[in-house]
Every structure is written in structure tokens, then in C-alpha cells.
């Protein structure tokens, strides 16, 4: 039957290790990983030789169905986890936002909006304003929900952007209850007066976004997160990475050993900000979005951050709109709906960019989009690895076959793709999620409600050490304290 399934003579990849091996499943999980499994009749065969078995991608950063920019994305949890599947991720971690400041709210429509599922889901939640009964739920989110992220804005003045005290209480809250911090790093104060000196000098365009939010606002508003993380001595997620300024900032806290993760998305790492340039304001508008895709260079030295480690994993943002959405900022770039697709093209660009390109090895590609997300959010070896006891999901990639990104043949619900044309080595032949082929190499068998809520445990290991430090700094303070006690 197809809950029996064994992938034969390939090399198996973790982010640690790589040997030619079988894989067992039975039931959506891994049974075994070992050389020449035997098995009976009964058993669906899938021939790997030449090929990698590898843990299927773990998205950490999505925005399926959500209410943004006086619009909806236009992926919703089924579309856009199909799109997922055939490109070869099988996990994914959202962001819920609160409905009317309330996050059980915000939860439970989220819980809902994800009821048609094909893949395993999880989620992170935004902080938009404080009060008690917020600082309560984020406890409830946590100890009762399976939540153990929140992500607080920076950016976006006057709809989800909050003040440094508030960014405060968050960072306390998230200490206290072994939950991560994420952040938005654009300075939105300063955006909102970069916008004016666009509208101001007429530039109505696509180009005004550029221009209005340069990276010198994205390394501030980094910065600035990082020194009030280590004030709290609390770990920080740094999402969507999108310049050089924000990247060494991340550099330099690590360096002094503090706990930063940098997450760079798919789009600042390949692309530049060039076609927002471009007349045809339905091009230009694509590529829109927040941070701002940078210009050339940008994208490089984040390459090469990520094969040093100083960004350890790759998300993408996915928050796609259509042509006609993005048209309701045709005559003002503040109001185009900020996003660009990834979701799908995600597992083959990074192969290709990264190690078609001899940046870095298989079992690297494995712990930056797969492995290390698992770590991070609590759930390896669940997921994010091919062991006996973690959950089948799992790609077959032939690094000798290639792939063409179209939006004629993409499986988003969107028009356009901002990779549009790209072709490259590395292809994902086979996507199997929950232990079931979902993905052939050219067809979707997906059905809505296969996915499952996967709920993420706080104090993941970033909290190792933390108390340690804390005590060390108290002690450090008494000292001085005594002293000056004594004098007086
Ligand atoms: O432009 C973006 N990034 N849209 C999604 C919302 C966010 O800030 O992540
Ligand atoms: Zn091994
Ligand atoms: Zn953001
Ligand atoms: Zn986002």
C-alpha cells in the first residue's frame, strides 16, 4: 500500500553527515536509514541512485491569506503550500496576525484559514500593540497553543509598527517565557519621512519605494533590536535580511557573542532593484517589497554571509499579490501591497545560487533550509531530518536535471514571478510529505486537510546559557554597589 514506501540508492543527506542508503517509511514516518533495506511486495519502490534524499525545505517565513495593505495575498494555506510541494518544501511557519489586538483571535482565524492544509504548518505570531491582556495571551500562545515566536515591526507606521517600549515589554515577555524574538529592522519613522521626500519630488513610482527606504534605515533599525536584545540578554531573529549594512550589524553582535540569527530571503540574495526602474509600472510593481530588494551587491555579500554562517537560514517571505492588487499603488508607490513570491522557487534557487555555484556543500544546503529552521523553532529531529523516528518528509533532487520558473507553470495563484525566466541545474524530481508522494517532478497529488499543526516547544537551545549570563552581570553589579555602600 502507498504508506509503505522505500526510497532506494541514494545518498542520503543531513545537515551533518551524507552516505549512500535506503530510507524506510511506514505511516508518514521514518522506520529506517540504512544500506540494502529488503522488503516485500507490498512496498511502493522509488529508485534514487545518482540522486540526494534530503530532508524536505522548512519555510520559515510565509504570509498565506493574510489581510495586508487594504488586500489579501492571494495564496491561501491550500494554494500556497501546494506551490511548497512542488518545489520541494514540506513544512512551513506563518505569521499570524492579531484580529483587533486580541491574539487568541488572530489564532483562532488562523487555525481556521489553515483547516484546508496539504502540508505540515506552524506559526509565529505578531505583536502589534501592549497591554496586559496582551502580555497574558502571548503566555497562553505559548504554554497552550504551540506557538514559540513572536515577531514585532519596526517598520509599517500606523498600522503594525510598535514603539522601543513596547519592543522592551516584548523582549522581557519572550525571555520570561523561552520564546524567540523576531523583528522587522526598518526604521519606520524615518521611512515615513523618506516617503514624503519621494511624494514631495514627485516620484509616485515604484522606484520611490527604493528610495524612500534605504538600507541606512534597515542597519539602524537592526542595530538598534540587537543592543536592546542584549540589554535584555534575550536571543534575537532578524528576519528578511536584506542589506549589507543590516547583515554586519548581525556580524559584529555574533562576533561579541551575542545570540542573533540572521534570516536572509530568496529575493535579497538573487535579485537587485533594477526592474523597479523598469516604465512598465506592472513589472516594476512585482518587486515590491519590505525591506526593499537593494541594489547589486547587496545580494552577493548576503551569499556570502550565509556560507560563513552569519545567517543560517534561508526563508522567503512569500506574500504574493496579483497584477491587479499591486495596481492599487498605480498612482502612489506607498499604496502598491508590499511582497514578492518564493515559496515554490525557494529549494532551487538556493541549490543553484549556492551549491551549483561551489558556494557551499549538500549537507549545508540541508542545514540552511531545512535543518537549522527545525533547530531554531524547537522541532528537530521531528523535522528537519532524515533519521529513524522523524516524520517522512522528504525530496529526491537529481543535481543533473534542470529547472525554468514560469508563472505559466508555477502552482501559485499569483500572475507574475518575480523569478520569471530563471533556469538552473538541481531539480526536485520527488516530494514526499507525511510519508505520500505529493509531488512527481511534474504533477500535485494533494488533497486539503493532509497537513497537519505541528506545535513548536519554547526554550529551544538559543536559551542555553542564558540564566549563566544573567547572574554574571548581577554579580558584576553588586560589586560596585557594595562598594558605594560602604563609602557612604
Ligand atoms: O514586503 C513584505 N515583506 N511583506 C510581508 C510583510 C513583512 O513585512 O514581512
Ligand atoms: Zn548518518
Ligand atoms: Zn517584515
Ligand atoms: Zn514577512
Same mark, same amino acid.
Given at each position: ?13 543531513? !545537515? ?6 535506503? *530510507? ?45 495593505? =487594504? ?10 503550500? %501546494?506551490?511548497?510541494?512542488? &518545489? ?46 496582551? #502580555?497574558? +495571551? ?66 509616485? =513610482? ?39 549594512? !543590516?547583515? +554586519? +550589524?548581525? !556580524? ?10 540572521? +534570516? ?9 532593484? @533594477? ?47 496579483? @497584477? ?33 555555484? &561551489? ?6 544546503? *540541508? ?20 533519521? #529513524? ?12 536535471? @534542470?529547472?525554468?520558473?514560469? %508563472? %505559466? ?18 531539480? *526536485?524530481?520527488?516530494?514526499? %510529505? ?6 512527481? &517532478?511534474?504533477?500535485?497529488? *494533494? #488533497? ?30 553588586? #560589586? ?9
Amino acid at each position: 500500500s502507498s504508506s509503505k514506501l522505500l526510497i532506494k540508492g541514494g545518498t542520503v543527506v543531513n !545537515a551533518h553527515h551524507q552516505e549512500v542508503a535506503d *530510507v524506510y517509511v511506514e505511516d508518514g514516518i521514518i522506520v529506517s536509514v540504512q544500506p540494502n533495506i529488503n522488503v516485500g511486495d507490498d512496498v511502493t519502490v522509488l529508485d534514487a541512485t545518482g540522486k540526494y534524499v534530503m530532508p524536505g525545505g522548512i519555510d520559515p517565513h510565509t504570509h498565506l491569506e493574510m489581510e495586508f495593505m =487594504g488586500t489579501e495575498t492571494i495564496d491561501d494555506f491550500f494554494s500556497g503550500q %501546494a506551490a511548497a510541494l512542488a &518545489g520541494g518544501t514540506t513544512m512551513h511557519i506563518d505569521f499570524v496576525i492579531p484580529v483587533n489586538g486580541s491574539l487568541t483571535a488572530g489564532f483562532e482565524a488562523y487555525k481556521k484559514k489553515a483547516k484546508k492544509s496539504c502540508m505540515d504548518y506552524g506559526f509565529h505570531m505578531a505583536i502589534t500593540k501592549w497591554d496586559e491582556i496582551v #502580555a497574558r +495571551e502571548m503566555e497562553i500562545m505559548v504554554q497552550e497553543k504551540g506557538i514559540n515566536s513572536f515577531k514585532f515591526f519596526l517598520a509599517y507606521k500606523g498600522s503594525l509598527m510598535i514603539r522601543d517600549e513596547l519592543l522592551l515589554e516584548g523582549l522581557k515577555k519572550c525571555k520570561s517565557l523561552g520564546a524567540l524574538a523576531m523583528v522587522h529592522a526598518e526604521n519606520g519613522d524615518a521611512v515615513a519621512e523618506g516617503q514624503k521626500r519621494m511624494i514631495d519630488l514627485g516620484v509616485t =513610482g515604484p522606484e520611490g519605494h527604493a528610495l524612500s527606504r534605504p538600507p541606512v534605515l534597515e542597519g539602524e533599525a537592526t542595530a538598534r533590536a540587537i543592543r536592546l536584545a542584549g540589554f535584555v540578554n534575550v536571543p534575537l531573529y532578524v528576519v528578511h535580511v536584506m542589506s549589507i549594512d !543590516a547583515m +554586519e +550589524e548581525i !556580524a559584529k553582535a555574533q562576533k561579541s557573542g551575542q545570540k542573533v540569527v540572521g +534570516e536572509p530571503v530568496v529575493s535579497g540574495l538573487v535579485l537587485d532593484d @533594477s526592474e523597479l526602474w523598469n516604465p512598465d509600472f506592472t513589472i516594476a510593481a512585482k518587486y515590491v517589497m519590505s525591506p526593499p530588494i537593494r541594489k547589486p551587491g547587496h545580494g552577493k555579500a548576503l551569499q556570502a554571509a550565509l556560507s560563513r554562517g552569519v545567517l543560517q537560514l534561508v526563508g522567503t517571505d512569500h506574500c504574493t499579490f496579483n @497584477s491587479t492588487q499591486k495596481a492599487l499603488g498605480i498612482d502612489d508607490f506607498r499604496k502598491i501591497p508590499n511582497g514578492v513570491n518564493g515559496i515554490e522557487e525557494r529549494m532551487h534557487l538556493v541549490w543553484d545560487t549556492m551549491v551549483e555555484w &561551489g558556494q557551499i556543500s549538500v549537507t549545508d544546503y *540541508v542545514r540552511i533550509t531545512s535543518t537549522e529552521c527545525a533547530r531554531i523553532f524547537n522541532i528537530y529531529p521531528r523535522k528537519g531530518a532524515i533519521l #529513524a523516528g522523524s516524520d517522512a518528509d522528504i525530496i529526491i533532487l537529481n543535481p543533473n536535471s @534542470s529547472f525554468e520558473i514560469t %508563472a %505559466a507553470t508555477h502552482h501559485s495563484r499569483t500572475d507574475t514571478n518575480v523569478y520569471e525566466g530563471r533556469k538552473g541545474k538541481g531539480k *526536485v524530481e520527488v516530494t514526499i %510529505a507525511g510519508g505520500k508522494v505529493v509531488w512527481d &517532478g511534474s504533477a500535485l497529488k *494533494v #488533497a486539503p486537510g493532509s497537513g497537519k499543526y505541528i506545535e513548536m516547544p519554547p526554550f529551544s537551545h538559543l536559551f542555553n546559557g542564558i540564566e549563566k549570563a544573567d547572574a554574571a552581570y548581577l554579580s558584576s553589579l553588586r #560589586a560596585p554597589v557594595r562598594r558605594l555602600k560602604a563609602a557612604t
